[in-house]
């Protein structure tokens, strides 16, 4: 089994910066794409930014310039910086992994954090 934990959210001013971390445990053989997902209050799941192996990344045109999605692949982490916060920004926020396990190295699942509240205080 793939485990997720999330830290980092909070409460901050608009305009202020937090910085989000999800690490994965458990029998991880390969991890392939990581990625950030929000859900404000009575909206869907939305993309925040994704992260390839290769370290490509995309962005959601609303936090282009703003948010910053990093990886560290030794320690099975992602990253997401978050500048120049808005109220918009308010929501829980999902760490999302494509990985595969030892138990079946082919076969790859997508793995979700518990998530994590971000409120920005105008």
């Known amino acids: 089994q793939v485990q997720l934990v999330e830290s980092g959210g909070g409460l901050v001013q608009a305009g202020g910066s937090l910085r989000l971390s999800c690490a994965a445990s458990g029998s991880i053989f390969r991890i392939t794409d990581m990625g950030w997902y929000r859900q404000a209050p009575g909206k869907q799941r939305a993309l925040v930014a994704t992260i390839t192996s290769g370290g490509n990344t995309n962005y959601a045109d609303s936090v282009k310039g703003r948010f910053t999605i990093s990886r560290d692949n030794a320690k099975n982490t992602v990253y997401l910086q978050m500048d120049s916060l808005k109220s918009e920004d308010t929501a829980v926020y999902y760490c999302?992994?494509?990985?595969?396990?030892?138990?079946?190295?082919?076969?790859?699942?997508?793995?979700w954090g518990q998530g994590t509240q971000v409120t920005v205080s105008s």
């Open positions: 999302n992994f494509r990985a595969s396990t030892f138990i079946n190295s082919g076969y790859y699942s997508a793995y």
